[in-house]
């Protein structure tokens, strides 16, 4: 399910290394030319015990001076003392080929992902303190390939992850929690979920938002433990979604998507999608460009990024996909197939944070 499906890149590389062109002669052939390592994977020693107190290990966290996801656009605010905690996952941000994964102290890498947290993990900081990790994130190349080393890459970077959550649960104290992320963060969370949120600690998740990855309602929602989120107000479940405006060609996640086992062993294929809709944070919902609170339209590092309402309406279509009212304009990355993958965050930037902080409201342990 990995492969292909953070096809984020296509734009990315083609832009710089083929051009328009020649990513419709041969777009996936050219990307995965470029940008799968040619490099031996090498399996790296797991991060230390105790490495996730130091905290250089992380991007944000509430006592990090210059914290990227306490920044918010004009009119917004942090939380002084917010209820809940927030594990927020970054999606990637490597974009190498010399290695399988990237290292912790890569200055562009960071760069990157500092970015997706002020556009993305802010949306958080009214209901939650952040908390976003630095972890060796497998890079693009990985999704594009069905070689042993991409697996392998997937699961050192889900290691840093879970050594990282561990330490997260201990410093958080008992406070709610809220689980986050985006693309192979949103992946990550799914086998965090998996593997590390058990019975327990599942009675403090206030919600899981797994945005821009496929979930299967048929084969994968038993197994993560919570059900999808249908009401606006209900705590302990589930969001996620994936946008695309009309026309809409969104066969090259619904051909991966059908390729893979759900996580129950089951075949995905023919199976409907979470779909959550951010405007009204529902399922199967439809919400006009009226009820979206705030759209956030960025510069290229948020310094002058603003903030406007009513921009655009969505809808749950199809078997699963958010189909947004109208195109609307952010910037050069909208991948092929009007997929608005790299902007499922920033379209509905306020309902985000409205939605974070109604279920952590209405959270009662």
Same mark, same amino acid.
């Given at each position: 399910? @990995? *492969?292909?499906?953070?096809?984020? #890149? $296509?734009?990315?590389?083609? +832009?710089? #290394? =083929? !051009?328009?062109?020649?990513? *419709?002669? @041969? !777009?996936?052939?050219?990307?995965?030319?470029w940008a799968?390592?040619?490099?031996?994977?090498? @399996?790296? /020693?797991p991060v230390a015990t105790r490495a996730y107190a130091d905290k250089a290990m992380w991007i944000a966290r509430p006592d990090l001076p210059g914290n990227p996801a306490l920044w918010t656009p004009e009119g917004y605010t942090p939380a002084a003392d917010p209820k809940a905690a927030v594990f927020f996952i970054h999606p990637t941000s490597f974009l190498g080929r010399e290695r399988w994964n990237a290292a912790l102290d890569d200055a562009e890498t960071n760069w990157r992902a500092t970015l997706f947290l002020r556009s993305q993990a802010?949306?958080?900081?009214q209901a939650g303190a952040v908390w976003a990790p630095r972890y060796r994130q497998a890079t693009f190349g990985a999704f594009l390939t069905n070689i042993d080393s991409a697996n392998r890459a997937l699961d050192l970077?889900?290691?840093d992850v879970a050594a990282a959550f561990d330490r997260f649960l201990s410093e958080a104290g008992d406070r709610p929690i809220i689980l986050a992320g985006h693309s192979q963060g949103a992946l990550h969370l799914t086998r965090l979920l998996r593997e590390k949120v058990d019975a327990g600690l599942r009675r403090r998740v206030v919600a899981a938002y797994v945005v821009g990855w496929p979930v299967s309602r048929t084969t994968d929602l038993a197994a993560l433990g919570m059900p999808e989120?249908?009401?606006?107000?209900?705590?302990?479940? +589930?969001?996620?979604?994936?946008?695309?405006a009309a026309p809409a060609d969104p066969s090259l996640i619904v051909d991966t998507f059908d390729a893979t086992t759900g996580f129950n062993g089951a075949p995905r294929r023919g199976t409907p999608m979470v779909c959550t809709n951010p405007l009204t944070g529902t399922a199967d919902g439809a919400a006009p460009a009226? =009820?979206?609170?705030?759209?956030?339209? /960025?510069?290229?590092?948020l310094s002058s990024a603003t903030i406007a309402a009513a921009k655009v309406g969505a809808r749950c279509e199809g078997r699963g996909l958010l189909?947004?009212?109208?195109?609307?304009?952010? !910037? !050069? &990355?909208?991948? /092929?197939?009007?997929? &608005?993958? $790299?902007?499922? &965050? #920033?379209?509905?930037?306020a309902n985000v944070r409205a939605d974070a902080a109604r279920r952590t409201a209405a959270f009662d342990r």
């Open positions: 399910m @990995a *492969r292909k499906f953070l096809y984020v #890149i $296509v734009v990315l590389i083609v +832009l710089a #290394i =083929a !051009g328009a062109l020649a990513f *419709r002669l @041969a !777009g996936v052939q050219i990307v995965r030319w799968v390592p040619s490099a031996k994977f090498e @399996a790296l /020693p802010s949306a958080f900081n970077a889900y290691r989120c249908r009401a606006a107000e209900q705590t302990g479940c +589930l969001l996620s979604w994936q946008s695309f009226s =009820a979206n609170l705030g759209t956030l339209f /960025p510069s290229s590092d189909m947004l009212s109208d195109a609307i304009e952010l !910037g !050069g &990355y909208v991948l /092929p197939g009007n997929n &608005y993958h $790299v902007y499922d &965050y #920033i379209l509905f930037w």
